[in-house]
T-cell receptor, first 113, second 116 residues
């Protein structure tokens, strides 16, 4: 069975400093992994996805994530945080042929001026 | 191309009433997924439907909850005899016909159900 664990429930950074949101996955086969962002009282927006084409995945708004099979990790990074990045971030794995998504618990990113 | 649409955005019901949540997928999408987000939690899969078929309902509570995606019209998530524990945000997502685990799901803005 697939699952994801987000290692930090809250991350706080200063504007202009790097962002690191950590995610570990568990999967019995090569997974499809996603990062989604949710702004307050809004729907979810896809930041990026890994589908085995390349281990370093670039997404929108300067975010990227690296798939590391040996560490079963898919951490999300951004070189320089912006105030507008403050939101809830979800690491997600797709399960089986139906494509249903399994979400991590989420990480709240706070960006301080 | 309009995105996934959900209505109502906010729904208030008293205990024992029925709640009907509607979802119109993106144009050309024939796969619909429903997820529930309880306060301070991630989203949990409920049900996956294609037109006129329930493909996977492994996340649906056994009682009071049902879902449909008719040939015409939106997908409906129906909750009968609501209880306070049903208060949550319910999100619908859609994906293209060639569904696979690689496909991105496009999410609607959600319906926030409050049970008094």
């Amino acid at each position: 069975a697939q699952s994801v664990t987000q290692l930090d429930s809250h991350v706080s950074v200063s504007e202009g400093t790097p962002v690191l949101l950590r995610c570990n996955y568990s999967s019995s086969y090569s997974p499809s992994l996603f990062w989604y962002v949710q702004h307050p009282n809004k729907g979810l927006q896809l930041l990026l996805k890994y589908t085995s084409a390349a281990t370093l995945v670039k997404g929108i708004n300067g975010f990227e994530a690296e798939f590391k099979k040996s560490e079963t990790s898919f951490h999300l990074t951004k070189p320089s945080a912006h105030m507008s990045d403050a939101a809830e971030y979800f690491c997600v794995v797709s399960s089986g042929n139906t494509g249903k998504l399994i979400f991590g618990q989420g990480t709240t990113l706070q960006v301080k001026p | 191309n309009a995105g996934v649409m959900q209505n109502p955005r906010h729904l208030v019901r008293r205990r024992g009433q029925e709640a009907r949540l509607r979802c119109s997928p993106m144009k050309g999408h024939s796969h619909v997924y429903w997820y529930r987000q309880l306060p301070e939690e991630g989203l949990k899969f409920m049900v996956y439907l294609q037109k006129e078929n329930i493909i996977d309902e492994s996340g649906m509570p056994k009682e009071r909850f049902s879902a449909e995606f008719p040939k015409e019209g939106p997908s409906i998530l129906r909750i009968q005899q609501v209880v306070r524990g049903d208060s949550a945000a319910y999100f619908c997502a859609s994906s293209p016909p060639s569904a696979s685990s690689y496909n991105e799901q496009f999410f609607g803005p959600g319906t926030r159900l409050t049970v008094l």
